[in-house]
């Protein structure tokens, strides 16, 4: 059974939407927990007459502890062997959820999926991310080449329960998808799949996270990305540099983005230290990139985010 954890605060205006995407689903054997987190408007209201009308559906009320508390909430009181996550500003494309619960339920060795989302800017720009047919029996390859931290969503994606076990969202941390899924792949004991079929819809929150983004933010999202990097420094070590410099070129931008809007302390450290050695050559990278990262290796990163910030 797949149970579809939706926490839920604040979001009277879209929550009918988002529910009806769900309901539309086809889905029979699911169970669909609505986590009203303390919302004050009228959501609580709208997840019983939801629960009341449909038997899928079951409203949990609790005290307001944020999106990983409710996630948390959720995973705990839902009984399927699968699971996945809908926020609930966002809305299902029609006929996604079944085709891709019949490919896990046909194919035990996935053990998470993930599929193509649509990002809506509430200006009348649509962009889908694009994410293509591909199967990944090594997560460091699933992590690296197909630069899943780029899209660390919790939402697009179904799990088996199993890859959840003594995992749990951060109380308290925001970018918490970032912290999660490199714990997640570890309790990956078969492949990750991702799939183009069907479409997560995306709305962009004006006074969301990623554009309000605070200093503690920012150290939150730095601090799951250098956890990442310090634990894989053996694995990284044993590839080719061009396999984790896209990576590194990531978390350097996250790094000079925060100490320029904020001065947040330089905790990143050079490529060739978590590398162990440095290549140049055959690396391909932009030649803006290329020159941070060398500028970095050289003079340090601390003193590249202060440069930069002068600019």
Same mark, same amino acid.
């Given at each position: 059974?797949?149970? /579809?954890?939706?926490?839920?605060? @604040? ?17 029979? $054997? ?16 709208? %997840? ?10 079951? !409203? ?8 990983? &508390? !409710?996630? *948390? ?32 339920? @046909? ?8 599929? *193509? ?23 460091? $390859? ?13 939402? @697009? ?57 605070? *200093? ?7 601090? &799951?990305? /250098? ?5 894989? %420094? ?10 984790? !410099? ?6 350097? *931008? ?18 060739? $230290? ?21 500028? !970095? ?15």
């Amino acid at each position: 059974m797949l149970s /579809i954890i939706i926490p839920i605060y @604040n979001v009277e205006q879209t929550l009918d939407r988002c529910l009806q995407s769900v309901a539309s689903q086809g889905l029979e $054997d699911c169970e669909v927990i609505m986590v009203d987190d303390g919302s004050p408007d009228g959501c609580g209201e709208i %997840c019983d007459r939801w629960a009341a009308k449909d038997r899928r559906f079951k !409203a949990v009320h609790q005290r307001n502890g944020g999106l990983s &508390a !409710a996630r *948390n909430t959720g995973i705990e009181q839902s009984v399927g062997d699968l699971l996945t996550f809908i926020d609930s500003d966002d809305y299902l494309a029609p006929d996604t959820l079944l085709p891709l619960l019949r490919r896990m339920e @046909n194919d035990n060795d996935i053990d998470i999926l993930e599929y *193509n989302v649509v990002k809506h800017d509430g200006k009348g720009v649509d962009k889908s991310l694009g994410i293509g047919e591909a199967e990944w029996h090594d997560v460091s $390859d699933y992590w690296f080449r197909g630069h899943a931290y780029v899209h660390t969503y919790s939402w @697009n994606k179904i799990y088996r329960r199993a890859v959840f076990s003594a995992v749990r969202f951060p109380v308290g941390k925001n970018f918490e998808d970032v912290h999660v899924l490199p714990l997640l792949l570890d309790n990956v004991k078969g492949k990750v799949v991702t799939t183009s079929h069907g479409a997560y819809h995306y709305i962009e929150n004006p006074k969301g996270i990623t554009q309000n983004a605070t *200093n503690e933010d920012y150290q939150s999202l730095l601090d &799951a990305h /250098i956890s990442f990097l310090d634990s894989h %420094c053996k694995e990284i070590n044993s590839r080719d540099l061009d396999f984790f !410099a896209e990576y590194y070129a990531h978390v350097l *931008n996250i790094q000079i983005t925060a100490f320029s809007r904020y001065g947040a302390a330089v905790r990143l450290r050079a490529m060739s $230290d978590y590398a162990g050695r440095w290549r140049i050559r055959g690396v391909n990278l932009g030649t803006v990139t290329m020159m941070k990262i060398v500028f !970095a290796r050289l003079f340090g990163v601390k003193l590249l985010c202060r440069l930069l910030k002068m600019l």
